[in-house]
């Protein structure tokens, strides 16, 4: 306790560095919500930091690696200074644990993403008894418990609302079901007072969050009612959901298109590949066709509704048929954006010890998609243009000169406009476009109607 006072008055900084995906960028500000409460300010200068974590992702590449090297960097900063405390929190934490403990003693703190709401005794320990500590116990329950009772702090417009946690499918390729853990729905009622919170702080857009988001499940609640609960609230304009299964499109959530006035038409939806035999071999639970009948309905509900994906080039045992399914899926579907990565193995995954196929055509064959991928966005960008968007303001731009909002499909919108724009949904008639973002002029404050 007495610590904890000191704490405050002892200029405390810590330095986030956040890998990865948006579960991660949601747990960062969590991280700090927490560490607020025993004095801690958050700095973008390593030089002045007494505290750095780094959040890892352990999705990518050379994920472990990618750590070390930012420890060397810190390492290297505080050479003459007093070492900062080092914690590594996310799912290279949850992996590793130990083992990072043992490899860089420059370590402190190793912190599990279920342990967040155990960081303070964690550093106030280790100040205390110079003890090193690691936290990788799966128990949502409590750390959301925990999470519920301090508030969410942000400061912008649009915000990650984390519902869901885990994953209990295990696609032969991913480290989510182990450094995650099974799935996890957190109580419907806490959603909704952290949603409440939000809109009664500004945001306008609230984008529900989970590994699994649309498996979300609490004593039979599910991901469309919280949609219908959520929209409900008048300061919220927009909201969205990511990322989803297609195993878990299901009826009542492809009816909510119907009915929803707030849910926006976009949806991210990975399929990985568009040949059914690779979907077999990663394990992914459900077919091309499967896919295509979530796509037709949703077209036959708002012809608007477009769609996005992942994919995962050069999976073990993908022959240059699969790859031309896949080709002919993304011609078919037409993805309004995506991401596409090769494959690349993760220790502990059934995907980790095949075969991997030829390095060069897997290299060629990314840059295939992604030259097609690249082509639609910006022939769907161009088909914008002299088209009106409805378009929510979040910044300025850095010049301050002009307003950046995004489009209903999430594309970067650029406008002429001030401060006053903030948090405001646009109706913005589009002049010029490239691949990632479109410029264009305000006609008027929007009336929003979606989906
Ligand atoms: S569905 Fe598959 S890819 Fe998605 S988190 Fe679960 S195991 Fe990973």
Redesign the pocket.
Known sequence: MGLKKNLSNMNQKIFIKTFGCQMNEYDSNRIFDIVKKIGYQKTENYDEANCYLINTCHIRDKAKEKVYHEIGRVKKIFRSKKKPIVIITGCVAQAENREMLKREPYIDLIIGPQSYHKINDSIINHIEKKRKIELTDFNPNSKFKYLSKIKNDFGKVSSFLTIQEG?D???HF?V??YTRGPEYSRPFNQILDEAKYLADNGIKEIILLG??VNAYNYKNYKLSDLILEIEKLPEIERVRYTTS?PKDMTEDLVEVYKHSKKLMPLIHLPVQSGSNRILKLMNRQHTIDDYLRVFYELKEINSKIEFSSDFIIGYPGESTKDFNDTINFIKRINFINSYSFIFSSRPGTVAANLELIDKKITIERLEKVQNLLFENQVRMNKLLINKSLNVLVENLTEDKAQVFGRSEYMTSVIIDGNKSDIGKVLEVKIKQSNRSTLFGEKINNSNQKVA
């Open positions: 994953c499918k295990f696609c991913c989510v079901p590994q699994n299964h």
